[in-house]
C-alpha cells in the first residue's frame, strides 16, 4: 500500500510540474492602469525586443514576462516593472520600467525610466514627486542567475 501511493504522489508531482509552465500567467495586474502598461510593453520599440527572424518587434507577454504595476498613493500615477526576455532565441533577461498618469479618459504612458540596470524591483515607496524602489545588481563575480547587490533608485515624478 505505501509503494502505490507513494507512486501516485510522485505521478502527481511530475504531473504538476510539467503543467507549470502552462499555468504560469504572464497578463499584466493588477489595477486600472493594466491595459495602458501592456500597451506599452508590447508597443515600445525601445525595450530592444526582436521576433523569431531578429527583427526589432514589440515585447511578447509570455511565460518569460513578469510585469507587476504600482500605485501612487493618490492613484494617479503608476510605475509598471517589467523583466523579460527580449529574444525568443536566446535568454537574455532584461529590466524595464516605466511611469504612468491617471487622466480623464484613462491612463497615459508617460515614460520610460532611463539607464536603469538591475534585476526585478522591491520596496517601492512613492514620496511627493518621486518614487523609490530597490533592484538587484550584479557584483563582480556574480552569476548571471543570482545578484548578491542592491541598488536603491530614486526617480523624479511628473
Known sequence: MGACLLKNVVL???ALVLALPQMASADVRPGPA???????????????CFDRQGNPS???LDEDSHVTVSYAPSGSI???????????TGNAEMFAAA???????GWRFVRTVPNLSGKSATNVAFTPGGVSFDTEVW?????HCCPTGRKRWTVALP
Request: proline share 2%.
Open 12 to 14: 502527481l508531482s511530475a
Open 34 to 48: 493594466a491595459s495602458a502598461v501592456k500597451r506599452w510593453f508590447t508597443t515600445d520599440r525601445s525595450l530592444n
Open 58 to 60: 514589440g515585447c511578447r
Open 78 to 88: 503608476a510605475v509598471a516593472f517589467a523583466t523579460y526576455v527580449n529574444d525568443p
Open 99 to 105: 511611469v504612468f498618469r491617471k487622466e480623464q479618459d
Open 139 to 143: 557584483r563582480k563575480g556574480d552569476g
